[in-house]
């Protein structure tokens, strides 16, 4: 929750970062970063609920926050 | 950073143990098991808590290795068995300890001495744990400590800490208990409660925006799979984030202590574990075990205990000291205990041997009659004479100081029923009337 993990995937020079840059449309990025935690692509509803959360904040700190949120929920702490 | 290597290793194991390990990692939890309301614990013990203002805790000192007897609690002076450690007297007339007890001969006013300790194991890793559980180690399941006992049957006091911790090492199972009644392990007692703060680039604002981002995309999962593992989890992680912003956590700092006082613990990590027990105790933690290691002494065990027995002395001193000064003596629990003693004749290493049949532990605080000796052995130590107490004995003294009931019958899940003690007596004589 609080530890370094994070930190590193979203270091600068991480795959994820690497791969999420590299892809140029929102929908892609959000494909990237969900098959990369919860191995499936993002739901509609979910996708939707991102999107209004990236009108929110910068872009750099949300993809911290989604990341985040993602490893911190039970889907990825329960489906194996 | 490997950052390959990381996501190599990271492909192994299962997600879930990953993800306990993080937990474990991160949190310095292994975890948070056991941060459930005291009320709903109450309410599945089928007890109502007793709303006892002041509840006894428990500080429950181990010497991992088993404790020479004669050389701490039992001296025979005038006898071959005694060896070199000499004898001195303590604060209560015709009571004696050995040499290196200086600190603590001057609290056997408020101390029960337990002479006439008997096992029946004597092997290290069988000790060990009929002395935790009071069970005999069998293959087909695991006991609770004491310490999952009293948060299974009262539950915890202070809500916002954990209420069984273990300093270093100690007994860490929960047993067929709830994992969240066992203890949250707390690595080195200088360090506190690692990870329980906030990244430095993250602000609290952010952290709740992530909160709540987390929670919304749950919401899907948690209603699709109400299971007990990911409820627990959802508890833990709430447990987790009040202690994170509680006032309470300030409790695991060690820095808040003069100097003064952490020297009078002695600058060792039991020493340091002892001064952190006593900050978790007053503020109504229920058990806390802190081990002191090293007491297997099979060669030069007087050279090694030179070195050894006055870190427990000195340790063991100033929490008496300090619980008696603040006031909170009397609902404080102090335990001595050990696996088993030492023999008493000395082997040709200069050292003793494990010897289960006889050995001495000791009780303080709460309703403990002080200024006691409770069981006898003969003139070699090797036999107890009068008063014989067995660790189930020693358990149900414990568990009966606390408030438990050791007729208290808990099924296992497998619905085997088990009690606090195994049927252990508590000691006649050693509460106050």
């Known amino acids: ?80 | 950073m490997d950052f390959k290597k990381l996501t190599r290793q990271m492909d192994e194991p299962t997600r879930r143990s990953f993800m306990m390990r993080m937990a474990s990692t991160f949190l310095g939890v292994s975890i948070l098991p056991q941060m459930m309301p005291a009320q709903v614990q109450a309410a599945r013990s089928g007890k109502s808590s007793k709303n006892n203002s002041s509840p006894v805790n428990v500080i429950y000192l181990y010497m991992n290795g088993g404790m020479s007897h004669i050389d701490t609690l039992d001296p025979k002076p005038g006898t071959d068995v005694q060896g070199p450690t000499q004898v001195i007297n303590t604060n209560v007339k015709g009571i004696k300890v050995g040499e290196h007890m200086s600190n603590f001969a001057k609290h056997a006013d408020k101390t029960a001495i337990l002479r006439g300790m008997s096992s029946t194991q004597g092997a290290h890793e069988q000790a060990y744990y009929l002395m935790h559980t009071s069970y005999a180690a069998i293959g087909t399941i695991n006991h609770p400590s004491i310490g999952t006992w009293i948060m299974n049957m009262q539950g915890r006091t202070n809500t916002k800490l954990p209420g069984n911790i273990v300093i270093g090492s100690g007994y860490k199972s929960s047993g067929f208990m709830q994992p969240n009644l066992g203890p949250l392990i707390i690595g080195d007692p200088n360090k506190g409660l690692q990870n329980s703060k906030l990244p430095r680039n993250v602000n609290d604002e952010q952290f709740n925006r992530r909160l709540k981002l987390a929670s919304r995309l749950d919401r899907t999962f948690s209603n699709r799979y109400r299971q007990p593992q990911v409820k627990a989890y959802n508890d833990m992680y709430n447990d987790a984030i009040t202690l994170m912003q509680s006032q309470d956590l300030a409790t695991f700092d060690l820095n808040k202590e003069s100097k003064n006082v952490r020297n009078l613990y002695g600058n060792n990590s039991f020493g340091q574990g002892c001064l952190l027990a006593r900050r978790l105790v007053q503020n109504n933690v229920r058990f806390v075990e802190v081990s002191l290691t090293g007491w297997d002494m099979h060669d030069d065990m007087f050279t090694r205990g030179t070195n050894l027995i006055p870190k427990l002395d000195q340790a063991l001193g100033a929490l008496l000291t300090d619980l008696t000064t603040l006031g909170i003596l009397d609902r404080t629990l102090v335990v001595l205990a050990t696996e088993f003693g030492r023999t008493p004749k000395i082997n040709a290493n200069q050292g003793r041997d494990h010897y289960p049949k006889a050995f001495s532990c000791m009780l303080a605080g709460a309703n403990i009659q002080g200024g006691q000796v409770i069981g006898k052995t003969d003139a070699n130590a090797a036999n107890v004479e009068t008063d014989k107490v067995t660790i189930a004995d020693f358990n149900a003294t414990i568990a009966t100081a606390v408030g438990l009931d050791v007729q208290d019958v808990i099924m296992s899940p497998s619905q085997r029923p088990f009690t606090v003690a195994n049927k252990g007596k508590p000691i006649p004589g050693i509460f106050t009337t």
């Open chain 1, 1 to 80: 929750m609080n530890g370094s993990l994070l930190q590193r995937i979203m270091h600068p020079k991480s795959i994820l970062v690497k791969k999420v840059k590299t892809a140029n449309k929102g929908t892609d990025k959000l494909k990237i970063v969900w098959m990369s935690i919860l191995t499936r692509n993002p739901t509609a509803s979910e996708t939707s609920l991102i999107q209004e959360e990236l009108k929110k904040v910068s872009q750099s700190d949300s993809y911290q926050d989604i990341v985040w949120a993602l490893i911190n929920t039970r889907e990825f702490m329960f489906v194996q």
